[in-house]
């Protein structure tokens, strides 16, 4: 059997608060194999965003393990968790974050420029045609409708082609119909380009789409 494409072994954070330190993950253990859809359920402050976090190595956990696509980020650096980033991980968060001084275009150029691909915009703009916003290259995010933004930011993060798609509420912010939209075009990309998906949701009907669903309260996995 393969190795696991995301592995936590008995990770654990504490983070500061105005209220003092602030134990967000107790002891994870947590695994997704390649190509597998999972769903992390729980309510609101019981650590899904901080264990995409984590998963992305924009965070550090206090004790335990991490393993994304081949590499132990423990001996890793800051610059050396942005390159497993930039390689392996794209990311779609609730409030886009799209550069606004940026078109659409360049927006999703610009992973792949960091990455050193010659064909940046090329590929950009394959991707942005991807989701349907081939007539949209030229527009800055002030100029897009949030469903718009939200196509973007999903062409951005899936132009690099990465082995993991980390997806935080990314219809939280849309409005019903166009988060559903949003949600049968994530699911075809990822089901497209063989991406594991690790998806936070509140929504059940949207987990249920997953191959699997992770439960998590007050920093431990209760359900997987």
């Known amino acids: 059997m393969s190795e696991p494409v995301i592995e936590l072994t008995g990770v654990s954070l504490t983070l500061s608060s105005l209220a003092g330190p602030v134990l967000i993950l107790r002891g994870i253990d947590f695994s997704v194999k390649r190509g597998e859809a999972v769903a992390v359920l729980g309510p609101s402050g019981a650590g899904k965003s901080t264990?995409?976090?984590?998963?992305?190595?924009?965070?550090?956990?206090?004790?335990?393990?991490?393993?994304?696509?081949?590499?132990?980020?423990?001996?890793l650096g800051e610059d050396g968790l942005a390159l497993v980033r930039r390689r392996a991980i794209g990311i779609v968060f609730q409030s886009f974050h799209l550069?606004?001084?940026m078109t659409a275009l360049e927006n999703v150029a610009v992973p792949l420029e960091l990455a050193g691909r010659r064909d940046a915009f090329p590929a950009a703009r394959a991707a942005l045609e991807a989701v349907g916003?081939?007539?949209?290259?030229?527009?800055?995010?002030?100029?897009?409708?949030?469903?718009?933004?939200?196509?973007?930011?999903?062409?951005?993060?899936?132009?690099?082609?990465?082995?993991?798609?980390?997806a935080d509420e990314p219809t939280g912010n849309l409005d019903r119909a166009t988060g559903a939209q949003i949600v049968d075009l994530m699911f075809g990309l990822r089901q497209d380009s063989a991406t594991t998906l690790v998806l936070v949701?509140?929504?059940?009907?949207?987990?249920?789409r997953c191959d699997r669903i992770v439960r998590i309260a007050e920093g431990r996995i209760v359900d997987a």
């Open 99 to 101: 550069i606004p001084t």
């Open 51 to 75: 264990l995409l976090a984590v998963i992305a190595g924009l965070e550090r956990p206090d004790q335990g393990r991490v393993k994304v696509a081949g590499e132990d980020f423990s001996p």
């Open 201 to 208: 949701t509140h929504d059940p009907a949207i987990a249920s």
């Open 133 to 166: 916003l081939g007539h949209r290259l030229r527009h800055f995010p002030s100029q897009l409708s949030g469903g718009e933004q939200q196509r973007t930011a999903l062409a951005r993060a899936f132009a690099p082609r990465p082995a993991v798609l980390l």
